[in-house]
């Protein structure tokens, strides 16, 4: 493994553990066993290796959300989604902080809105079992941003307040209430 890929593994570990805003570009050679100079010779910054190496985890999943399941469940996705807030807390919060500062930052912002669409095709994904490479644009837009939507929030939630957030049970009895006040069908857009 080459200094490139162990910082980003370094990082990886960090944002699981420190979260970034605490991550030093000590901590960061530390981890990986290389030299400060490093970090600037391979990513520029230490904001550009932990941007990627966010980007990589979340693209990855497995670590944050947990093993992606063989088969389309949704109470278990939601279960194993809550649960990834808790035990994965400080990574979700490095999430949310790499999301404010994208507000200030276009490359950031643009790096985030790609990793957002990604996001709603892995979401559409989880809940169809259809491969990404199977779903129409439609059901990403839809189905995905949808699910994307309730994650986002009830991460936050999760973070914020664990005590009275909801459970994988009430976050699928609220999506059925939800669901009978939904009209027959879409009222025309306004294109």
């Known amino acids: 493994m080459g200094n490139r890929e162990k910082l ?3 990082a990886r570990q960090c944002l699981f553990e420190k979260g970034y805003e605490r991550t030093t570009v000590r901590d960061l050679a530390s981890a990986a066993g290389v030299s400060m100079a490093a970090i600037g010779y391979h990513f520029g910054s230490k904001e550009a290796l932990l941007n990627q190496a966010l980007f990589e985890a979340l693209d990855q999943g497995d670590r ?5 399941a063989d088969e389309t469940d949704l109470d278990a996705l939601w279960r194993r989604l809550i649960e990834a807030f808790s035990v994965n807390k400080t990574f979700w919060i490095a999430n949310l902080e790499t999301a404010l500062r994208a507000q200030r930052d276009p490359e950031l912002r643009a790096q985030l809105a790609a990793g ?7 979401m559409a994904r989880e809940v169809t079992g259809t491969t990404e490479a199977e779903l ?4 990403i837009r839809t189905l995905g ?11 936050m939630q999760h973070l914020t307040d664990p005590e009275s957030a909801p459970t994988a049970d009430e976050v699928l009895a609220g999506l ?6 939904l009209p027959e069908e879409a009222p025309p857009s306004d294109a």
Not at 136 to 139: D, F, I, K, P, V
Not at 176 to 181: G, N, P, Q
Request: hydrophobic letters at 45%; charged letters at 15%; zero cysteines.
């Open 64 to 68: 944050a959300f947990g093993p992606l």
């Open 145 to 155: 941003s949808v699910q994307l939507a309730l994650v986002s929030g009830m991460m």
């Open 136 to 139: 129409s644009e439609a059901t």
């Open 176 to 181: 059925r209430a939800l669901a009978t006040y």
């Open 116 to 122: 957002l669409r990604q996001g709603r095709s892995g």
């Open 8 to 10: 980003l593994e370094a």
